[in-house]
C-alpha cells in the first residue's frame, strides 16, 4: 500500500523532448520514485507470469479479428505463454493506445487476464500511428502522430531494450535539433538529452503498438459506449456495451481501465450510475495556451501535413528539428531519412512530416473527418509554404506535393494531473494515459505500466486505497 501511495504521489514532470518542444519550453529531467520498486515482473519473465511466449516473441499472433458492433468474442481462454494468477473476470481496457497496450501487456505479465478495446480500424496506436505512400515502385513509411521518443526511466527504458532487441525500435542516429525561425538549426544534445528512439524502418512508429498488442486480446474497430456495473451493484464488475447496446468480448469484467482521453471520455465515464474519482480527471477543453492551474485537463489540436518534396530539391541540412517561436511550424521531419528503405534511394522525393503549431491548429480547427476542402487548401498551402521559405527556398514549394492532411483535435495534453494514474477501489474503475504523468510516448506507457501494478494488486485482494486526481498544472 505503501509503495503504491508514493507511486501516486509523485510528480513527474518532462520525459520527452517532444512534449517539451510541442509546449516551448525547455527540456526537463523526469523524477521518477515508487513505482520502479513495485514493478516486479514488468520487464518480462517476472515470477508470476514466466518469460516463455511473452509479448513480441517468435510466437507472434495476428490481432483478433474485428468485432465491430457484433459484441465480439465470448470465448473466455488463457492467453498463450501466460500463466494467469487472478482467475477472475478479466481487466477491460477501453482505449488500445500506448497507456491502454502497456497497461494491458504488463497486467498480463503480472498473471491478470485483460482486453483491449479500440475504435482504430485497422489497428490499435491512438496517437502512435505511421501511414505508407507509394511513389514509382517506392514505399514511404511516415510517422504522422509521435516523430520519436525518450526512455528515461527504467521501466521505459526496460521496455525499450526488449523491443531493440527484436528490431521494434532503434535508436535515431539522423540529424536531429531545434530550427530557428530564420531557418538556423542547432543539433541536439544527445549526450545531455539521452538518445531519441524510432520505430522500425519496415513500419515505422506503428511497429511499438503492433509489438505491445502482440499476444494481447484486442478488439479492433469496437467503440465502447456504455459501462453499465453488474446487477447494479458497482465493484461487482462491469459490462461494455457498444452505441447500438450490444454487449461486448466476454460479458463480465472484474475492472475497467479508462485509457483514453477527450471529450468521448468524458461521455462514458457520464454512463455510470454514480460518481467515481474517475470522472473529475476525465473532463476536458480544447485550447492552444494551457492554464497555470485547471480543474481539467486541457487539450491542443494539431494540423500534420505529410509533403512530397523533390529530392535535391531542399536545402535542409537536418532530418528532424523542432521549430522555434514559428507561427505555424512546431516541428518538420524527414521520414525518408529517417527510415531508408532499399527502394528509397532510388525515389525522386523525399516525404517530410510537419507539424503546425498549436495556435495555428486552434485558429483553424474543423471537425476531423469531414474536413472542408477550403480548409484543406488553405491550410495545406500555408503549411507547405511556410516550410519552403523556412529553409530559404520558397520557390521550391510549388514542385511539392501534400500527400495527406490530418487534424489531431485531441493533440496533445498541454498540462497534466500530476500522478501517475487515477485508481477508484470501490467502483474498480481507473485512469492511465499521456495527461496523467506526461504528455508524451513514454509518459503514456509509464502511466500503463504503473496502472496494471495497481490493478493487479487490488485484484488479488491488496485492498489499495482509491487515488483521485491531483489538479491539473501546466506541463
Ligand atoms: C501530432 C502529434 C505528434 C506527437 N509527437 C510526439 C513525439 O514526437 N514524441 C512523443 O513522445 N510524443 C508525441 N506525441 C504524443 C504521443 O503521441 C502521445 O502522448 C501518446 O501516443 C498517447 O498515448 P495514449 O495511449 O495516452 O493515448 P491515445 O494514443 O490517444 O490512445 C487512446 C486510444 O483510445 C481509443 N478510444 C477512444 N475512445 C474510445 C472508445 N470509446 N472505445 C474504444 N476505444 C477508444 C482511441 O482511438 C485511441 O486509439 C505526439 C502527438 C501528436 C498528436
Redesign the pocket.
Known amino acids: 500500500m505503501a509503495r503504491l501511495a508514493a507511486a501516486a504521489a509523485v510528480l513527474v514532470v518532462g520525459g ?1 523532448l ?2 517539451c518542444r510541442f509546449q516551448g519550453r525547455p527540456q526537463l529531467t523526469v523524477r521518477r520514485a515508487g513505482f520502479g520498486k513495485s514493478s516486479r515482473g514488468l520487464s518480462g519473465g517476472g515470477d508470476s507470469t514466466g518469460g516463455s511466449g511473452g509479448v513480441g516473441s517468435a510466437n507472434v499472433r495476428q490481432l483478433r479479428e474485428k468485432a465491430i458492433d457484433s459484441g465480439g468474442s465470448s470465448e473466455s481462454r488463457t492467453l498463450p505463454g501466460s500463466k494467469p494468477t487472478y482467475d477472475g473476470p478479466p481487466v477491460a481496457v ?7 497496450l502497456a497497461c494491458g501487456l504488463a497486467l498480463r505479465r503480472l498473471g491478470v487476464r485483460a482486453a483491449i ?4 480500424k485497422r489497428a ?5 500511428s505511421s501511414k505508407t505512400f507509394k511513389r514509382q515502385g517506392c514505399t514511404h513509411i511516415v510517422d504522422h ?5 525518450t526512455a528515461q526511466g527504467p521501466e521505459i527504458r526496460a521496455l525499450v531494450e526488449e523491443m531493440e532487441q527484436e528490431g521494434v525500435v532503434q535508436q535515431w542516429r539522423g540529424r536531429v535539433g531545434s530550427l530557428s525561425n530564420t531557418g538556423q538549426f542547432t543539433p541536439r544534445d544527445e549526450t545531455r538529452e539521452g538518445p531519441l528512439w524510432i520505430g522500425s524502418s519496415s513500419t515505422g512508429m506503428a511497429a511499438v503498438p503492433t509489438w505491445l498488442a502482440a499476444e494481447q486480446e484486442v478488439f479492433q474497430d ?4 456504455k459501462l453499465e456495473p453488474v446487477r447494479g451493484a458497482p465493484g461487482a464488475g462491469w459490462v461494455l456495451k457498444t452505441p447500438k447496446g450490444k454487449q461486448l468480448g466476454e460479458g463480465r469484467y472484474s475492472y475497467v481501465v479508462m ?2 482521453n477527450g471529450k ?2 468524458d461521455r ?1 465515464i457520464n454512463t455510470l450510475p454514480e460518481k467515481t474519482v474517475a470522472h473529475a480527471p476525465l473532463r476536458c477543453k480544447f485550447t492552444a495556451k494551457a492554464s497555470p492551474t485547471s480543474d481539467r485537463l486541457e487539450l491542443s489540436s ?1 494540423w ?1 501535413c505529410i509533403l512530397a518534396v523533390p529530392r535535391g530539391s531542399s536545402p535542409a541540412s537536418f532530418d528532424g528539428a523542432f521549430v522555434e517561436s514559428h507561427a505555424v511550424l512546431s516541428w518538420a521531419g524527414n521520414n525518408s531519412a529517417k527510415y531508408p528503405r532499399p527502394q528509397t534511394g532510388q525515389s525522386d522525393v523525399d516525404v517530410w512530416t510537419l ?1 503546425s503549431t498549436a495556435p495555428y491548429g486552434s485558429k483553424n480547427k474543423c471537425s476531423q473527418e469531414f474536413i472542408p476542402p477550403e480548409v484543406r487548401t488553405k491550410v495545406s498551402e500555408e503549411m507547405r509554404n511556410a516550410f519552403c521559405t523556412l529553409l530559404g527556398a520558397p520557390g521550391v514549394a510549388d514542385s511539392c506535393e501534400v500527400l495527406h492532411m490530418q487534424l ?1 483535435g485531441a ?2 495534453p498541454l498540462n497534466v494531473c500530476q500522478q501517475h494514474f487515477v485508481h477508484d477501489a470501490e467502483a474498480r474503475v481507473g485512469i492511465c ?2 495527461w496523467l504523468t506526461a ?6 506507457m509509464f502511466s500503463g505500466l504503473a496502472l496494471a501494478d495497481a490493478v493487479a494488486r487490488e485484484l488479488r485482494g491488496e485492498s489499495l486505497p482509491s487515488t483521485p486526481a491531483q489538479p491539473f498544472k501546466r506541463g
Open positions: 520527452s517532444a512534449e477501453v482505449g488500445g493506445g500506448l497507456a491502454g478495446f479500440d475504435t482504430g490499435p496506436g491512438g496517437r502512435a502522430a509521435a516523430q520519436a521518443f469496437v467503440w465502447v459506449a485509457a483514453h468521448c471520455a462514458l494539431l500534420v507539424i489531431w493533440a496533445v494515459g499521456d504528455p508524451s510516448v513514454e509518459g503514456a
